[in-house]
Structures are given as structure tokens and as C-alpha cells.
């Protein structure tokens, strides 16, 4: 210990037990990581790894569907975070507790006892290092270009080869690689093998958590789900209540409009008690577990959740009334599925706002995109559904900036498409406003509008330069209506098939609901 220079990390050892019931090894179902127990939260370096976003393994998994030959496969790399050489040595002590008699006397360890703890120097990387993640994908990506694969030029966790047919999003260690030749994929499996130990999945029927299964009869379809997700994060851990006998078919109760009225919608004020620490923290885990969920699968839910966050800072009783529904909602509708099937690989965008829907007089904007010009309408690669920052005057400037927020989002989509090989037409954005539709295309001139110039005017210039394609369709055929505000039960069960495919089989839920 006197000769650890000054300023130098010091971390304790912090052991984490992990437990992987389904890991094929038996040995390896439980096992014990040592991490580097005190995160520097001033570290001074870079620490910011890319990992691919879930719009980048959709537009992916569209791709594969859309060529009818091409599979999907992943890999995984074992210990990824280990063995990186460190910028600088750091130091950790171990207490003697977690070290047995035997290993003591293997590595004649009593001589480095100091204040009943063993001081070992780290020259490499270990878990629990901020740089650990950053320093591992350094290490990866000049691997990577040297056998020919590069990544995106704003997306930087989707990759493509020079010349095979290997594309892949990267997620920390995990790939997702679609691939229309064996050999291009065994290229890609053998760059890897070179440098790291890897475990491939050549039926690429697990990613990320989610369930990936490509049929191709009678006709090509690719479905992703999460079957056990909801079990084992949320109905088991939280020991949810009872199933509700009658059937809960939507996310939020639903407030009636009073139409005609100067204020058709009024939110009462919440004058319930707060909840307590415990109960709080509660809603807010139960919250990020389904926004993952709704991010990959359920995208009906997302809504209703945005919703749910704004008030998780300080939930009350009331917002505890909410959840219990919400996930009422949850029972009612456990296992769900994304189908995509072949398009043209051309991206198609509905925009839609509800006027002064939310709270301080704030207008709620939302977006649904998806691949293909055609109906049927095919598996959404994303939803948007968010609040617009500003208060608009009229419902037109929140039908434009809705418009603008979802123009802006596309942006990276239109990215990876290129990318992947699909050049895009100027890209179908369709909104049910006419005057904003007007304002767009240059058809309205809008008067007063300085506060509309100054913060949604890009679409403007976005349509000079053929980027999109500014349509107009009645509300009714509006795919985004559904994500803007909270409706009548009918209409739930009516609509809800569009977006998503409920899986009959809950076999898997038995003993829970």
C-alpha cells in the first residue's frame, strides 16, 4: 500500500452474485463477479460506449424479411469487458473475508495482507469501471474495420461490410446480424474468434430479451415478442393482485370530453396524500420495466406510460390508482407480438396531435413509422408519443409541430435505410390538419406566425429538398390518433390488432394471473 503513488484509484472489491437459470453450462447458472466496488464518478476520461437503438434492429429485421433469402443469427462475446488495457493502473483491495485458505496459500497472498485486506494492482480492465464499456469497444471497432465492416455514418452501432451481405447492430456485446450467405456470416464469426471467446445463436431466435421467429410459410413473416418478459420482471417479483374478473380493455380510465363547452377537457387536481418512500420507488421500477416492454413489443402502451412518468417524481394515492389499473391493463394483455412482413423498404410516417390535452395547457404530439407504402399496415418500427414543450395557440401550430417533432425523429431512420441499401424516396409524412398541411406545402399562408417561423419552419426547407413528402388524410385513417391522448374503451378493443397481435397461448403465465 506505501507504494501506491498518489492520486492514484483505489476501490474496494465488491463481489455480485449472478444467477442465468437458462445458461446451458450448469456450472455457470450461478457464478460470482468481482467488480471494482466504487464508481468514479469524477472520472476524467471518455466513457460513452455506442449501442445500436431498437428503430436500428427493426429497420433490420425489415430488411431480412423483405429478401427472400436472408436469415438473422446473433453472437455474443464472452467476458467483453475484461483484459482491455487501462490508460492508467488502478488498484483494489479485496478484505480477506472473500478470499478462502486455500487461495491464500496457492498464491502465497498472507505477505500482501494489510489492514485485513489483500491490495492488487489492475492494469487491465475489470467490471464496475466506468472507462470499462468505452475502452472495450476501442479495442473492437479497429478489429472490425480491418476485416471490412464499418458503421454508419450517424449511426454508429449499426454496421455493413464492404462487399458480403453482413449487417449488424451491436448492443455492448450482443450482435444482431442479418446475412443472406452462410459464408459472409461465418466471415464475421471468424474476424470475431480471432481475438474473443463468442457464443452463436445461428437460429437468431433470441436478442436482447426479445423473442425473434422467421416464418416463411405460407409466405415470409418475422414476429418478435417477450413472453416471459412481464412474468419475471413484473406479475412474479411484485406479486401483482388478483386478475379483475371482468375484462380491463384500456391502459388508463378514460375521462369524457365535454364537448361544446369553452374547456372541453378539465383534469381535476390531484388533492390525494403522497405515497410513501417505499410505495414511490415501487411505481417507478414498475414503470421503467414496462417502458422497456412498450419500447420492444407493446407499443400501445407507450401513451398511457408517458403519462404515468410525468407524475412518478411525487406519485399520490390517486396515481397509485392509476398504476393498479394500468396494470390490470398489463393482465388482460400479457404476451404480445410485432409481425413484420415483406415491404419496399420505404419508410411511411403518420402525424398526429391532440390540442391542450395535458396538463398546463400543453398539447401532446405522436407519430407512428413503419416500412412500406401499402396497406395493409405492417409491424410500426417505432412510436413516438411526447408532449410538446411550448404551448401552441391553435390546434394547427400543434398539428405542425407534431409534424416537425416526428420529421426530426425520422431523421436517423432515414439514415440507416440509406445505409443498409435502401435510398429513400422523399419520405410520405401524413398529418390531418389541412391548414398545416397547407403551411407546409406552401399552400396557407400563415398570418401572426412568427412563434410557428421560429421554432417549426424546418419542415419547410425539408420539403424543398424532397426529404419528405408533406400528404393530408382525414383523422379517421390517422395511424397516430391512437398514441395522442386517451380513449373509450371501444375504441381500444377496436384498434388495439393494428398496432399489435395478442398471443393466445398464456400457458406460460400459470400460477401468476
Not at 120 to 126: D, P, T
Not at 178 to 199: M, P, V
Not at 386 to 395: P, Q
Amino acid at each position: 500500500p506505501h507504494d501506491i503513488p498518489p492520486g492514484t484509484r483505489v476501490a474496494y472489491f465488491n463481489p455480485i452474485l449472478k444467477h442465468k437459470p437458462s445458461h446451458p453450462d450448469p456450472l455457470k447458472v450461478f457464478r460470482v463477479r468481482g467488480t471494482f466496488g466504487n464508481r468514479d464518478k469524477d472520472y476524467p476520461g471518455d466513457t460513452a460506449a455506442y449501442t445500436a437503438s431498437l428503430p436500428d434492429l427493426k429497420i433490420l429485421l425489415n430488411k431480412i424479411v423483405s429478401h427472400p433469402t436472408a436469415k438473422f443469427m446473433s453472437i455474443d462475446i464472452s467476458d467483453y469487458y475484461l483484459g482491455t488495457p487501462l490508460k492508467r493502473d488502478a488498484y483494489m483491495m479485496i478484505a480477506c473475508k472473500y478470499l478462502s485458505d486455500y487461495i491464500m496459500k496457492k498464491y502465497d497472498l498472507v505477505k500482501f495482507v494489510h489492514n485485513g485486506h489483500v491490495y492488487v494492482r489492475l492494469s487491465r480492465a475489470l467490471y464496475g469501471m466506468p472507462e470499462e464499456g468505452y475502452l472495450a469497444q476501442q479495442q473492437l471497432l479497429p478489429r472490425l474495420a480491418a476485416a471490412g465492416y464499418s458503421p454508419a455514418p450517424h449511426n454508429p452501432a449499426l454496421f455493413r461490410h464492404t462487399t458480403n451481405s453482413v449487417a449488424f447492430v451491436l448492443t455492448v456485446d450482443d450482435f444482431g446480424i442479418g446475412y443472406e450467405d452462410r459464408s459472409h456470416a461465418e466471415h464475421l464469426r471468424d474476424t470475431l474468434t480471432k481475438h474473443y471467446d463468442i457464443t452463436i445463436d445461428w437460429t437468431g431466435s433470441r436478442y436482447l430479451g426479445m423473442h425473434i421467429q422467421l416464418q416463411t410459410e405460407p409466405s415470409r413473416s418475422l414476429s418478435i415478442s417477450m413472453p416471459d418478459y412481464l412474468t419475471k420482471n413484473l406479475f412474479g417479483p411484485y406479486k401483482l393482485q388478483k386478475k379483475s374478473k371482468r375484462p380491463v380493455d384500456s391502459p388508463l380510465p378514460f375521462v369524457q370530453p365535454k364537448y361544446g363547452a369553452e374547456q372541453q377537457l378539465v383534469t381535476p387536481p390531484d388533492d390525494s396524500p403522497l405515497l410513501s418512500d417505499a410505495a414511490a420507488s415501487i411505481i417507478r421500477q414498475q414503470i421503467g420495466i414496462c417502458l422497456y416492454y412498450a419500447r420492444c413489443i407493446d407499443n400501445t402502451l407507450e401513451c398511457p406510460l408517458n403519462k404515468l412518468s410525468k407524475k412518478q417524481s411525487a406519485p399520490t394515492q390517486h396515481v397509485q390508482e392509476l398504476v393498479d389499473h394500468f396494470l390490470q391493463y398489463l393482465l388482460w394483455h400479457p404476451t404480445t407480438s410485432i409481425v413484420f412482413k415483406p415491404s419496399n423498404m420505404q419508410l411511411s410516417i403518420h402525424s398526429d396531435a391532440s390540442y391542450l390535452s395535458e396538463p398546463g395547457s400543453h398539447s401532446r404530439a405522436a407519430g407512428v413509422y413503419w416500412m412500406g407504402t401499402n396497406l395493409p399496415f405492417n409491424g410500426p418500427i417505432d412510436v413516438l408519443t411526447t408532449t410538446i414543450k411550448v404551448v401552441v395557440s391553435a390546434a394547427s401550430e400543434a398539428e405542425y409541430g407534431a409534424a416537425f417533432l416526428n420529421a426530426t425523429h425520422a431523421i436517423p431512420f432515414i439514415s440507416a435505410l440509406n445505409f443498409l441499401g435502401h435510398p429513400q424516396q422523399p419520405v410520405p409524412l401524413t398529418m390531418d390538419n389541412q391548414v398545416a398541411w397547407g403551411i407546409v406545402n406552401g399552400k396557407v399562408k400563415a398570418k401572426q406566425s412568427k412563434a410557428m417561423c421560429m421554432r417549426f419552419h424546418w419542415l419547410k426547407d425539408r420539403e424543398a429538398q424532397k426529404q419528405f413528402k408533406f400528404l393530408w388524410d382525414r383523422g379517421s385513417d390517422n395511424l397516430a390518433d391512437y398514441f395522442t391522448k386517451i380513449h373509450p374503451v371501444a375504441h381500444y378493443r377496436d384498434v388495439r390488432s393494428t398496432y399489435v397481435t395478442d398471443i393466445p397461448d398464456v400457458s406460460h403465465l400459470e400460477g401468476v394471473l
